[in-house]
Structures are given as structure tokens and as C-alpha cells.
């Protein structure tokens, strides 16, 4: 069964900066596309930022700029830096991993950023 575990959120003062991580229980280079989306309560979920298995990465037009999306394979992690955050950064951030006949999601982490 492969498990997609985020960490890294937390609360933060806009304008900082956090890093968030999310570990997979098997090889990344396994999966298609490796992402992150956002979803506040009653909304979709949204498209962060995203990296396929060749290394072309994708922002949402909001986040450009200021977050970047990056892997480390030995530690099959893949990472989200966020920079210059403001209060709508605000949500619960999910990795998800697309194999080629399956999408998996990790449970979430809270993003809060203060004005």
C-alpha cells in the first residue's frame, strides 16, 4: 500500500516562509506526477504546484514566484517551499502521487498565515 505522508505546516506570520515535505513509502521516481493542492473547508481542491517524473514542473498562477516544488529522490520526498506567504495561502495542503493507474493522497497539513 503506498502512503503519501505531508509534515511541515503550521502557523506563520505573512510574509514567511514554511517548507513542507511529503514522504512516500515507495520510490517517487514511481509516480507519473508528484503535486500539492490546497482546499479550505467547502471549497475544491486546488492545484499548488506539481513536478512530473522528467522534472517539468507546473504553479498555479497564484503561488508563482514565491513557492517552488522539488524532490529528493534518496529520500523519496518531495518538497513544497513556500516564501512570501500571505493569509489566502491559508489551507489544508495535500501531496498527491499519480502512478499509472492510481492517484494517492496524503492526509493533509494545516497552513495558517496571520496577517
Known amino acids: 500500500q503506498v502512503q503519501l505522508v505531508e509534515s511541515g505546516g503550521g502557523l506563520v506570520q505573512a510574509g514567511g516562509s514554511l517548507r513542507l515535505s511529503c514522504a512516500a513509502s515507495?520510490?517517487?521516481?514511481?509516480?507519473?506526477?508528484m503535486g500539492w493542492y490546497r482546499q479550505a473547508p467547502g471549497k475544491q481542491r486546488d492545484l499548488v504546484a506539481r513536478?512530473?517524473?522528467?522534472?517539468?514542473?507546473l504553479y498555479a498562477d497564484s503561488v508563482k514566484g514565491r513557492f517552488t516544488i522539488s524532490r529528493d529522490f534518496a529520500k523519496n520526498t518531495v518538497y513544497l517551499q513556500m516564501n512570501s506567504l500571505k493569509p489566502e495561502d491559508t489551507d489544508v495542503y495535500y501531496c498527491?502521487?499519480?502512478?499509472?493507474?492510481?492517484?494517492?493522497w496524503g492526509q493533509g497539513t494545516q497552513v495558517t498565515v496571520s496577517s
Open positions: 498527491e502521487g499519480t502512478l499509472t493507474t492510481h492517484d494517492y
Open positions: 515507495t520510490s517517487i521516481f514511481s509516480f507519473n506526477v
Open positions: 513536478i512530473t517524473r522528467a522534472g517539468s514542473t
